[in-house]
């Protein structure tokens, strides 16, 4: 990485915290895409860093309206486990999620699992 990259690379990290802070505080994680992700972060770093960047961002998918494919971008999630996400819709709470799941698996993976989850 070139100096100018390095030196860029705070601000633009403290942009894109910023940016992911104020739009999660609005309550919009379950909307935010990656198009949006691609459009709002490309403003601040190159092709290459918003590749690096993307390996790091998982946006939490709202659970009652995410389709397989998007509840199947989880990290570890099989199809086992989606159709349980699934079988239990429409959540009203994380806490009807955290105890339908924990029937399934252990309260640490239940901790890990609602990482990348809301329910809207």
């Known amino acids: 990485m070139h100096t100018a990259s390095r030196l860029r690379e705070p601000v633009a990290l403290a942009r894109i915290r910023k940016f992911l802070l104020t739009t999660l505080a609005?309550?919009?994680?379950?909307?935010?895409?990656?198009?949006?992700?691609?459009?709002e972060i490309d403003?601040?770093?190159?092709?290459?860093?918003?590749a690096r960047l993307e390996q790091y961002v998982f946006v939490p998918?709202?659970?009652?309206?995410?389709?397989d494919a998007d509840i199947l971008t989880i990290p570890g999630l099989g199809n086992r486990m989606l159709r349980e996400f699934k079988e239990y819709?429409?959540?009203k709470a994380?806490?009807?999620?955290?105890?339908?799941?924990?029937?399934?698996?252990?309260?640490?993976?239940?901790?890990?699992?609602?990482?990348?989850?809301t329910i809207n």
């Open 89 to 91: 819709r429409p959540y």
């Open 94 to 117: 994380i806490e009807q999620c955290r105890r339908e799941m924990g029937k399934y698996v252990s309260k640490e993976e239940v901790a890990r699992l609602e990482r990348y989850v």
């Open 26 to 39: 609005a309550g919009l994680a379950g909307t935010l895409s990656e198009l949006l992700f691609h459009r």
């Open 61 to 67: 998918i709202n659970l009652n309206a995410a389709s």
């Open 43 to 50: 403003k601040y770093v190159d092709d290459t860093e918003l």
